[in-house]
Nanobody, 123 residues
Framework: QVQLVESGGGLVQAGGSLRLSCAASGLTFSNYAMGWFRQAPGKERELVAGISWEGGRTYYADSVKGRFTISRDNAKNTVYLQMDSLKPEDTAVYYC????????????????YGQGTQVTVSS
């Protein structure tokens, strides 16, 4: 079955950086656009970044543009999220997700999700 396993979360001070990774198995990775969602307590799950199957197109939520970078390595079945200049409001559980139908910029196209990794940014 499809498995998406996130890693790289943790506690970081404001202004710091983290790099999240997501290893995918059980699917033909290069057939899927990939994305990162986040959910903070009491808030809806938000699509923060997406990348097309070949990596040529990316999407970013306005709240993270210029600070986060999504990338993928199809040879390793892995997608990454580089997070720089982190802010306390970036604190959330971050989820990796797979989109078979689109290019990664429409949240309702995502059909598979990982278990999530906690990111906490202290002020």
């Amino acid at each position: 079955q499809v498995q998406l396993v996130e890693s790289g979360g943790g506690l970081v001070q404001a202004g710091g950086s983290l790099r999240l990774s997501c290893a995918a198995s059980g699917l033909t990775f290069s057939n899927y656009a990939m994305g990162w969602f986040r959910q903070a307590p009491g808030k809806e799950r938000e699509l923060v970044a997406g990348i097309s199957w070949e990596g040529g197109r990316t999407y970013y939520a306005d709240s993270v543009k210029g600070r986060f970078t999504i990338s993928r390595d199809n040879a390793k079945n892995t997608v990454y999220l580089q997070m720089d200049s982190l802010k306390p409001e970036d604190t959330a559980v971050y989820y990796c997700a797979a989109d078979r139908r689109g290019s990664g910029d429409y949240k309702r196209h995502y059909e598979f999700y990982g278990q999530g990794t906690q990111v906490t940014v202290s002020s």
